[in-house]
């Protein structure tokens, strides 16, 4: 075991929509809730100092959650969720909806992965990001697709990964960049559109 010398500030329970999956809508609502309530009894045991939901597709949670809409859910303190601009709609709605079921103050919903893990795939070259940010917004390309999934969905924190520090000089300097938000409302339109008809 590592000791890392500090308490965490948050430990994730981690993609429980695994869980979920394959089973009955009240069996799945028993299974989260018994696992947020062996995190929060972790935070009461001095463990860590607070406890959250890291989720690549909420889908199967909102599902378990609805399953029971009149059972208070465990509140956590953090909800992760998938962002960017390759983050389906039904993914988008499902990761909104889920923040608002569990009450998650709008500084509490983070993103992850604003990359879909990989930045040099062909998707980020093709992509024209710069659309999505304000007139006489200067940035590069990764800048402007990692700013723009602050919005998709809205997000205060993103966690990304990367092994080199002028690369995440890049991000952090991104950070100021303003977005369009018609541009962004439009988008999701598309994405609705496009899921619509397929
Ligand atoms: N719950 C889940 O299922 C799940 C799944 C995936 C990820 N996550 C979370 O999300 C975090 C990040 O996800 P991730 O690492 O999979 O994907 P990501 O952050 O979307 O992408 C990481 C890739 O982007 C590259 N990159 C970053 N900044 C760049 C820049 N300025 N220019 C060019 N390339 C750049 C990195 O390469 P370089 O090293 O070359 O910079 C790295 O290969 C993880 O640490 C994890 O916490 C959770």
């Known amino acids: 075991?590592?000791?890392?010398?500090?308490?965490?500030?948050?430990?994730?329970?981690?993609?429980?929509?695994?869980?979920?999956?394959?089973?009955?809508?009240?069996?799945?609502?028993?299974?989260?809730?018994?696992?947020?309530?062996?995190?929060?009894?972790?935070?009461?045991?001095?463990?860590?100092?607070?406890?959250?939901?890291?989720?690549?597709?909420?889908?199967?949670?909102i599902q378990a959650l609805d399953g029971d809409p009149f059972a208070k859910a465990l509140t956590p303190e953090v909800l992760m969720v998938r962002a960017g601009l390759t983050v389906p709609s039904d993914q988008l709605?499902?990761?909104?909806?889920?923040?608002?079921?569990?009450?998650?103050?709008?500084?509490?919903l983070w993103g992850m992965s604003p990359f879909g893990g990989d930045a040099a795939r062909d998707v980020w070259k093709k992509i024209k990001a710069a659309t999505f940010l304000c007139q006489d917004e200067q940035g590069s390309n990764v800048?402007?697709?990692?700013?723009?999934?602050?919005?998709?969905?809205?997000v205060t924190r993103i966690s990304v990964s990367s092994g080199r520090?002028?690369?995440?000089?890049?991000?952090?300097?991104?950070?100021?960049?303003?977005?369009?938000?018609?541009?962004?409302?439009r988008y999701r339109q598309l994405l609705r559109e496009k899921k619509s008809h397929s």
């Open 1 to 61: 075991m590592i000791d890392l010398g500090r308490t965490p500030d948050v430990i994730f329970l981690h993609n429980p929509e695994k869980s979920l999956v394959g089973i009955g809508p009240t069996h799945a609502r028993d299974r989260l809730d018994a696992a947020c309530a062996v995190l929060n009894e972790a935070v009461t045991a001095g463990l860590c100092a607070s406890w959250g939901i890291s989720s690549w597709d909420a889908g199967p949670l």
């Open 93 to 108: 709605d499902a990761s909104e909806r889920t923040a608002e079921r569990l009450g998650i103050p709008p500084n509490r």
């Open 143 to 154: 800048q402007a697709v990692f700013r723009a999934s602050y919005e998709l969905p809205k």
């Open 165 to 185: 520090i002028d690369h995440l000089r890049e991000l952090v300097a991104a950070e100021s960049l303003k977005v369009d938000l018609d541009q962004i409302a």
